[in-house]
């Protein structure tokens, strides 16, 4: 087999990993020289990537080409004070919605099935939150070998999805199992992970961002939702199957890849009427968006001038369309955010019953929490109980949302076709 670095052509395929973060394994076997290709596919598929290498994979692969390919510096020491300084190895671990080992290789694959922590790499997957993925590339005999056979059914069973091998010819000169899969296909398997189904074959109406009423032409109410997390949530609603509709307020956001319809609105009313035109055929209703509980009675036609000592300006009562959403006769899933600066839970709690809403998000604002691309936390709030989502970045919780939501929702409809169930309301 031909060691030397290629990068073939290919078209750029769509982009399957937005916005995730992969940490990329790289342990020292000789497929490590694939490696900084699937840094491209992965980058290309729209996931930012760190990488952290073995030492042996530096007999393999500088860390230069992994930066370069990267564009962020390498790491590889597990006691390292200048990366410690910046982000440090749990940092590191936590960061990423996937971790990524590949090539992994038999001695990896034993070290992880162990549990170890001794190097970076094993430190990084024990502490890691999100998904761990591993690319077994090895001899064929090593493969088959019963000691490896052993540590993939441990590691399968710890919940670790093992990608490939391939077969083919080895570099070695061996025929048989044990090749690393292509990196376009890793790549792929590697976004179907987040790939959840749990709202396949849904509509999933979503509000998101604030919005602007106009007081004159220049002027106008409004408040400093980013649409971050409405956008998130889009984006974690497309991955679990859903078709989705997103209705956003002025924000500065690029459309969510492979959201079905963005619809953008400007005002309160625009955003109810824009909602309400989707909702026949809606199954899930999700109100993120930061709507202006007043707007100006009306709005002036030229620019107010400043001549007046003191200025009054009336204003007038907006739809609460989330709870005109709920009294709909036939209603989506409806779920609502309450952003909260005291109180959290008793100001959400009466938020679910006055608005009569299936589930509540509660969302602590501080001076550095809430708003913005930051980290958050949520507490969801059901006729179940509370449910906390810990301090995450927004498209984690979004996905850890959207699952627990369509749970919920399939527990409410399989409660609703289970006969017994009449009896119980
Ligand atoms: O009452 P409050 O504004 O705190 O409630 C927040 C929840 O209600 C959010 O889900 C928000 O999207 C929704 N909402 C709405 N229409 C309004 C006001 C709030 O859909 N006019």
Redesign the pocket.
Known sequence: MDATPTFPQYTVPMALLPNKRVLLGVSGGIAAYKSPDLVRRLREAGAEVRVLMTRAAMEFVTPLTFQAVSGHPVYSELLDEKAEAGMGHIELARWADLVLVAPATADTLARLAQGRADDLLAAACLARRGILAVAPAMNQAMWENPATRGNLRALESAGVTILGPGHGSQACGDEGAGRMLEPAEIAQRAAALFETGGLAGRHVVI?AGPTFEPIDPVRGLTNRSSGTMGFAIAEAAVEAGARVTLVSGPVALAAPQRVDCLVRVET?MQMRDAVMAHMPDCDVFI???????YRPARALPRKIKKDAEQLSLELVR??????EVAALPRRPFTV????ETDQLEQNAQA?LVA?GLDLICANPVGPDTGFGDGATSLLLIDAQGQHPLPLDSKPRLARALVDYLARRLHEKEDSAQDPRSAHRQ
């Open positions: 509000t309160a109100a993120v968006a930061a709507v202006a509980d907006n739809p609460d369309i989330v709870a609502g955010f309450a952003a938020k608005k």
